[in-house]
């Protein structure tokens, strides 16, 4: 049963500050991992998409990595600005079940203050 | 726009009442699923559609149902027989199987009242 881990599950930092926010899955076997946003009482905003065979994506300021033989994934957030302050969510697409499920972790709350 | 439309935001049931949560979809995907989402656990799979007219169960079907009658509609209705049914539910599609991305509507807020 895949199981998918975030730490920290909280963040608080100053503006600017370069952070990063981890994702670690227990089945190696997946299509691809997807980290999203949330701002509190909404749905969830899709950032960066790694296929099980890349490395990395990038998009602006946001960078993830994924290390799928360790099972680990990491977001990158640079120049941390108030405006990024939402939970930050992990999600893997495991290949080992006929329709592809997607398992969550339980998030990253992350506050950057002025 | 494309993108998934979940109605209503906000939803109230009495006891003993079944609700059904909208959720449309305009981006042509096959795939269609329900998630449950509460506080510190997480997202729940429902239920799932990987094409018309047929659905399966997720992780935590008990006391919801389905359809999928139409490729951009998968009704979500929350039945009587859900004890705790307070919750936000999200809807999600994704163009299908495989290493495919998935999008998610707004959400439905169902508050027991």
């Not at chain 2, 269609?32 to 559609?49: A, E, H, T, V």
């Not at chain 2, 389905?66 to 919750?87: C, D, G, I, M, W």
Request: aromatic share 10%; hydrophobic share 30%; with cysteine.
């Amino acid at each position: 049963k895949q199981e998918v881990t975030q730490i920290p599950a909280a963040l608080s930092v100053p503006e600017g500050e370069n952070l990063v926010l981890n994702c670690s899955f227990t089945d190696s076997a997946i299509y691809n991992l997807q980290w999203f946003r949330q701002d509190p009482g909404k749905g969830l905003t899709s950032l960066l998409l790694i296929q099980s065979s890349q490395r990395e994506q990038t998009s602006g300021r946001l960078n993830a990595s994924l290390d799928k033989s360790s099972g680990r994934s990491t977001l990158y957030i640079a120049a941390s600005q108030p405006g990024d302050s939402a939970t930050y969510l992990c999600a893997v697409k495991s290949s080992g079940t006929s329709y592809g499920k997607l398992t969550f972790g339980q998030g990253t709350i992350l506050t950057v203050h002025p | 726009d494309g993108g998934i439309t979940q109605s209503p935001k906000y939803l109230f049931r009495k006891e003993g009442q079944n609700v059904t949560l909208s959720c449309e979809q305009n981006l042509n995907h096959d795939a269609m699923y329900w998630y449950r989402q509460d506080p510190g656990q997480g997202l729940r799979l429902i239920y799932y559609s990987q094409i018309v007219n047929d659905f399966q169960k997720g992780d935590i079907a008990e006391g919801y149902s389905v359809s999928r009658e139409k490729k951009e509609s998968f009704p979500l209705t929350v039945t009587s027989a859900q004890k705790n049914p307070t919750a936000f539910y999200l809807c999600a599609s994704s163009p299908g199987q495989g290493p495919t991305e998935a999008f998610f509507g707004q959400g439905t807020r169902l508050t027991v009242v």
